[in-house]
């Protein structure tokens, strides 16, 4: 799977942005997908996660504790894309954002970066006045 993220950009604090993460390949679905986020001179940490097309009910969605009610994850099965919209954008947002794909049965690893088998290349969100 090969995964290419895009939508960063410069936003003022309050807005709003759509992270998109298109991945080639049709076993897109049977992936666990998942948004990570390194700001300079700190480790890559977990944002999101949606689990795969087959998975039981009671997995789904999951977030960071510092994003839920802001950020929302969904994917499009049909267009092998996962995305992240980003809402109330604060200053402490502003990092490189990554989207991985983790395989379907380990979705009780989805915090952890390093359970991670595939990686896009990354995109740049700046939050700031």
């Known amino acids: 799977v090969q995964l290419q993220a895009s939508g960063g950009g410069l936003v003022q604090p309050g807005g709003s942005l759509r992270l998109s993460c298109a991945a080639s390949?049709?076993?897109?679905?049977?992936?666990?997908m998942g948004w990570f986020r390194q700001a300079p001179g700190k480790d890559r940490g977990f944002v999101a996660a949606?689990?795969?097309?087959?998975?039981?009910?009671?997995?789904?969605?999951y977030y960071e504790d510092s994003v839920k009610g802001r950020f929302t994850i969904s994917r499009d099965n049909s267009k092998n894309t996962v995305y992240l919209q980003m809402n109330s954008l604060e200053p402490e947002d502003t990092a490189v954002y990554y989207c991985?794909?983790?395989?379907?049965?380990?979705?009780?690893?989805?915090?952890?970066?390093?359970?991670?088998?595939?990686w896009g290349q990354g995109t740049l969100v700046t939050v700031s006045s």
């Open positions: 991985a794909a983790l395989e379907r049965n380990r979705w009780y690893l989805r915090r952890s970066p390093d359970e991670y088998a595939y």
């Open positions: 390949g049709r076993t897109f679905s049977t992936y666990n």
């Open positions: 949606i689990s795969w097309s087959g998975a039981p009910i009671s997995w789904s969605i």
